[in-house]
């Protein structure tokens, strides 16, 4: 298949050649005029109301933007409620950090008495190896019962 240049010559012919430019220019320039001056006709009307209700679009676009804005603090990425559950999770973490701060400071406690306290070795010694005194006698309790096995399905539990 050929392309027939003729074709795109026409089109090329329409063009203005720079060196016609002002010329040119000032020939056209009633037709834009004339084509600005229909355009302004049609907008005027539409400019006049947008004019007119100025102030409450401008209410309008300040409710949306404090609305789109409280949304945003309350519920972004780093919202208030997002913040809330942080904070509760930082004070349980605090919680949980003193309460194994204080069992580690019982079992060095713990530790230091068997170290050095015969009292609290004997302690150790009568209730984890059962040893007692001549006259004492020593309760070990029954081992505790498996408890009874769940039925495998629902009918079983009726």
């Not at 329409?14 to 006709?41: C, F, M, N, Q, T």
């Amino acid at each position: 298949m050929r392309l027939r240049f003729s074709k795109l010559k026409q089109p090329l012919a329409r063009l203005p050649r720079p060196e016609d430019g002002l010329r040119v220019v000032a020939e056209h320039a009633p037709k834009a005029e004339a084509l600005a001056a229909s355009w302004i006709g049609r907008l005027r009307p539409f400019a006049g109301a947008v004019y007119g209700v100025r102030r409450r679009i401008a209410t309008i676009g300040v409710i949306v933007a404090t609305v789109l804005l409280f949304l945003h603090v309350m519920f972004g990425a780093n919202g208030m409620v997002m913040y809330k559950q942080k904070r509760s999770e930082y004070q349980s973490l605090e919680k949980r950090v003193e309460d194994v701060q204080k069992e580690n400071q019982q079992y060095t406690q713990q530790i230091q008495a068997l170290k050095t306290d015969q009292s609290a070795i004997e302690k150790e010694a009568r209730e984890q190896l059962g040893y007692a005194k001549p006259g004492e006698y020593v309760y070990v309790p029954p081992a505790p019962t498996k408890p009874a096995p769940r039925p495998s399905n629902h009918s079983a539990k009726r």
